[in-house]
């Protein structure tokens, strides 16, 4: 199964990873990253925002790439949208395969893509003032390690 | 009319999330930006900024019709 979803309300990890579970009982593993909304450094909040059109159908196009590379039985891609507080969850990706290191590539791949090459900007709230925070160097290099497919 | 979305940091020089703005006719893109504030139309002309005309990216010259959504999408910061 694929699921793709955007939240703009809270995302339950152990909820949404139990119902992934339970529809790849066959699978032979089950491997799963969870962002959370980093804290420290004065953080009050993350706000993060989309552009309809293109994000939700770049995701859904992120999860069909990784399941074309990778055999799969099935891969979830959550992401919140919005105002969130330091430790919220924020980006749930898990991936079920018949061999683990199918999925543990998938869930990689598509972190690294999400956080470089998706329709979203995020500024975060320091001491009262928020500030867009800018693309990192780090992101390209990220993306860098996965060759297309030819 | 036309209605202009602004992405990220854009949001803060444009001082809003989308704005509308006249326009009677077909109109070329750089047009559209040249009606705009100077701070704004400049912030526009940064070559790393994508456009996207009613939802779909658009390369190069593009011409905005009345009615039309013109979004301008900053680089991404990740999700």
Known sequence: ?150 | MARLVFLGRLEDVAGADEITLPLAAPTPLDAVVAQLPAALARALGDPRIRVAVNGALVAGPALIAPGDELAFLPPVSGG
């Not at chain 1, 293109?54 to 039985?73: K, V």
């Not at chain 1, 290191?101 to 975060?124: G, N, P, Q, T």
């Open chain 1, 1 to 150: 199964m694929r699921v793709v979803r955007l939240l703009d309300t809270a995302l339950d990890p152990a909820a949404e990873l139990a119902r992934f579970a339970a529809a790849h009982a066959g699978a032979g593993g089950l491997v799963s990253f969870l962002g959370q909304v980093r804290g420290g450094e004065g953080i009050e909040a993350l706000d993060l925002r989309h552009f309809p059109p293109l994000t939700l159908p770049g995701i859904e196009a992120l999860a069909d790439s990784a399941s074309a590379r990778w055999r799969l039985d099935g891969i979830a891609i959550l992401h919140r949208i919005g105002e969130m507080p330091p430790a919220a969850p924020i980006v749930l990706v898990a991936a079920a395969a018949r061999h683990r290191r199918d999925a543990f590539s998938a869930v990689d791949y598509a972190m690294d893509h999400l956080k470089s090459d998706s329709w979203f900007w995020k500024r975060e709230k320091r001491d009262g003032a928020w500030r867009w925070i800018e693309p990192r160097a780090e992101d390209g290099a990220d993306l860098a390690r996965w060759a297309p497919v030819t």
